[in-house]
């Protein structure tokens, strides 16, 4: 069975960076279009940031951009969301999720992706 866990969660001041991990296994990471989620409290699910399954596209959310990245290391079965410059309102769980498709897209509805993990909490202090 195909599972995900997520790491590099934790507290970190306003204009610090984290590294959040997130290792797939049971099945190559190559195969998988993949994305970051957050869901802060008492607020919906928002995607964060997609990589495609062959990385020709991404996306991220306006409020990250130029703050975040994705990526991806097939080789580790692993991906990554890189994330500079946090502020406070960057504080949510967050979590990864990674789905089939067959073209070269990011996917951006929650129902699309087939596999999440466990959620990893972020909290960024004044």
């Known amino acids: 069975q195909v599972q995900l866990v997520e790491s590099g969660g934790g507290l970190v001041q306003a204009g610090g960076s984290l590294r959040l991990s997130c290792t797939v296994s049971?099945?190559?990471?190559?195969?998988?279009?993949v994305g970051w989620f957050r869901q802060a409290p008492g607020k919906d699910r928002e995607l964060v940031a997609a990589l495609s399954w062959r990385g020709a596209d991404t996306t991220y959310t306006d409020s990250v951009k130029g703050r975040f990245t994705i990526s991806r290391d097939n080789a580790k079965n692993t991906f990554y969301l890189q994330m500079n410059t946090l502020k406070p309102e960057d504080t949510a769980v967050y979590s990864c999720?990674?789905?089939?498709?067959?073209?070269?897209?990011?996917?951006?509805?929650?129902?699309?992706?087939?596999?999440w993990g466990q959620g990893t909490q972020v909290t960024v202090s004044s």
């Open positions: 999720a990674a789905g089939v498709d067959v073209s070269d897209r990011v996917m951006i509805r929650q129902e699309e992706y087939r596999y």
């Open positions: 049971g099945r190559t990471l190559s195969m998988y279009a």
